[in-house]
């Protein structure tokens, strides 16, 4: 098995991602260029949400009419989903059905006069009915499900924030049953919360922009980034279900919530103080958003003219616009806390304030790095060049230089505390290089040590651990074939011990 395959197969096992089932890399081919695909990198994505236009402005029109068109097919789509799960036996439905109804009713009543007291009751009742009862899985057939995604998506403007805030936490409690995400997925009921999620993101980033103090009144964002996790998140077997999803995160890219969500982040790419405040949890929120909407259940890594109309209809349109918007700013939220630790007056060799990062930072890296790996998986070749990329290419060598070093450091006192970190730190660096010269030679730059440096110097320390061990041998791999000066480089001998 060649070194693709072992990287891409050993490290999928770890969090369940799909494997490779196709060589893919004929070492008698050339070197000098990518041999996984011969056309060029795609400008537009299959189901034309995303496309490269000239202008920012073309670009924009192009979204909203896309956006437009994917919202009819949501709707012309939509059915009644159920499924055996949903069936409870007769006579407990029937116990509770009498009680629910009778709130539904309340509820119906409520919402069309508009009356906040009157919700605010028949919400406590509901709560209340909700505690250790299959309610939640009863309340699709009792109609509140379909009633409160359209109350939190459309609110009142007479509700008070804690009503609204009510109804999300209700909401969030019925969606917390899996059965119910299909419902709201199969009647088209997301593309409400996602429009009020856009909405909230605007409010948001406008008045933050202006504010000193950031992450102030966050918790109806938070709040909404939970609700679309919650649908976006699960990869039904159902196939209507999965056209549903498929046109779910079209609409989500062609809507502009991925080109908010980068605005959002902008907002704490900024120097901190003397130590790094916390990453506030509509970030964490939002990174977690953007692992759902690239992540997918059979990737079709191999890609070229012929295949390319095998991929996911949302494939292209996820890595155009990650492209279109610098991966999100997401490794700007990275970089932005390690220039503050580690500035350009403290020498390379010295160590790192770790006490000065913010108590979420691992966290935060660690999804990160995720929605790098899941776009991987989704288009190598392209999210290859975008990390190499002029704009991107530095961000990533201080990005790996510097969890390098910290994922070791952590792993030698609470292995369990960043090994998810590992995991995904180890397959983004060897997603980023594999077969790739150019990108190899990023970890020869700097000082020694440099990160092929740092990554030899992992391999004693994790050699009793199985799985990472595992992963780190491939991403050794992935490193150093068929890069020379990398090979030259590894004075622990790491890449002679594979």
């Known amino acids: 098995m060649n070194a693709l395959e072992e990287l891409i197969t050993a490290q999928a096992k770890i969090q369940g991602r799909p494997q490779l089932s196709a060589p893919i890399y004929n070492q008698s081919q050339p070197t000098s260029k990518w041999p996984l695909r011969s056309s060029s990198e795609p400008i537009q994505s299959e189901d034309k949400a995303i496309s490269l236009a000239t202008s920012g402005r073309n670009r924009l029109k192009g979204m909203r009419r896309r956006a437009a068109k994917v919202l009819a097919s949501i709707r012309a789509d939509r059915f009644d989903y159920h499924s055996s799960d949903m069936d409870l036996q007769a006579d407990l439905a029937a116990e509770m059905s009498v009680e629910l109804q009778d709130i539904s009713k309340q509820l119906q009543s409520s919402l069309t006069d508009g009356s906040s007291a009157g919700l605010e009751a028949v919400l406590s009742q509901l709560v209340a009915c909700l505690e250790g009862s299959p309610a939640v899985q009863l309340a699709h057939a009792a109609g509140l499900l379909v009633m409160l995604a359209q109350a939190v998506a459309e609110p009142d403007a007479n509700w008070s924030d804690r009503l609204n805030m009510s109804l999300g936490d209700v909401l969030l409690r019925l969606l917390a049953w899996e059965e119910n995400c299909y419902v709201v997925l199969a009647n088209g009921l997301a593309e409400g919360l996602l429009q009020r999620l856009a909405a909230l993101l605007d409010q948001y980033i406008a008045k933050e922009g202006t504010d000193k103090e950031l992450c102030k009144d966050s918790a109806a964002l938070d709040q909404l980034l939970q609700v679309a996790?919650?649908?976006?998140?699960?990869?039904?077997?159902?196939?209507?279900?999965?056209?549903?999803?498929?046109?779910?995160?079209?609409?989500?890219?062609?809507?502009?919530?991925?080109?908010?969500?980068?605005?959002?982040?902008?907002?704490?790419?900024?120097?901190?103080?003397?130590?790094a405040a916390p990453f506030p949890s509509f970030v964490v929120l939002a990174l977690h958003l953007l692992g759902s909407l690239t992540s997918q259940s059979q990737p079709p890594l191999l890609q070229d003219d012929k295949t390319r109309r095998g991929m996911p209809p949302y494939a292209a349109s996820i890595i155009l616009t990650l492209k279109d918007v610098g991966l999100a700013g997401m490794l700007s939220l990275l970089t932005a806390i390690l220039l503050h630790i580690m500035p350009s007056s403290i020498p390379p060799t010295s160590q790192p304030d770790y006490t000065a990062l913010p108590h979420n930072f691992c966290t935060v890296a660690e999804a990160v790095l995720r929605v790098v790996n899941n776009a991987a998986l989704l288009d190598l070749t392209c999210l290859q060049r975008m990390l190499g990329g002029a704009d991107l290419r530095v961000e990533i060598f201080h990005v790996f230089s510097f969890l390098l070093v910290y994922a070791a450091w952590c792993w030698a006192s609470c292995p369990s505390q960043v090994e998810g970190l590992m995991h995904e730190l180890l397959l983004c660096v060897g997603m980023f290089t594999v077969l790739e010269p150019r990108n190899q030679d990023v970890l020869l730059w700097g000082k020694v040590p440099t990160p092929v440096h740092k990554l030899c110097t992992l391999f004693d320390g994790l050699s009793g651990q199985p799985s990472v061990a595992s992963s780190l041998r491939c991403t050794l791999l992935a490193v150093c074939i068929p890069n020379q000066p990398i090979c030259a480089a590894d004075k622990a001998g790491a890449f002679k011990a594979l």
């Open 229 to 275: 996790c919650c649908i976006i998140a699960p990869l039904p077997g159902h196939a209507e279900l999965a056209a549903m999803r498929s046109l779910l995160v079209s609409y989500t890219l062609a809507s502009g919530i991925v080109h908010r969500v980068n605005e959002l982040f902008s907002l704490f790419d900024k120097p901190q103080g003397e130590k």
